[in-house]
C-alpha cells in the first residue's frame, strides 16, 4: 500500500491554543504511523499554512478537526472527510487512527463524522 497522504484543518472557538494543540497533535500521529501530513490552521491569525489545491487533490484523507465553521470547506467535496472535535483529537488520539484506517478504504466524497 502507498504512503497515506493527509490534510487537515484545525479551528477552535477562540481561534488560539486548541487550534495549534490539535495541529501538533496530527503531527505526531502522523510521524508515528509514517504518513504524510499538511495542516493548515484558521486561527485568531488568520489562515496560516493554506492548503493549495493540489494538496487536496493529492490527499487520501482530508481531517477536519473544528469546533466552528471551516472557512472554504466546499475545497473538500472530493475528497474522504474525516471530521472530529477538538478536544477528541487531543483526548482520544488513538481513536482518529482508527477513523483513518476505516477512512482508506472508502469512496472519495464520503464523510465520516465523530466524537465523544
Not at 56 to 71: K, M
Amino acid at each position: 500500500m502507498h504512503e497515506l497522504k493527509l490534510v487537515a484543518v484545525t479551528a477552535c472557538v477562540s481561534g488560539v491554543a486548541h487550534t495549534y494543540m490539535a495541529a501538533e497533535q496530527l503531527e505526531k500521529l502522523s510521524l508515528r504511523k509514517n504518513y504524510r501530513i499538511k495542516i493548515e490552521t484558521q486561527g485568531a491569525l488568520g489562515i496560516e499554512n493554506k492548503l493549495s489545491g493540489q494538496d487536496i487533490a493529492e490527499a487520501d484523507i482530508a481531517i477536519l478537526v473544528s469546533d466552528i465553521s471551516i472557512e472554504g470547506y466546499e475545497r473538500f467535496s472530493r475528497c474522504r472527510i474525516i471530521k472530529m472535535g477538538v478536544q477528541d483529537v487531543l483526548v482520544a488520539p488513538e481513536r482518529l487512527l482508527a477513523v483513518i484506517e476505516k477512512a482508506r478504504g472508502l469512496p472519495r466524497g464520503t464523510v465520516l463524522e465523530t466524537s465523544q
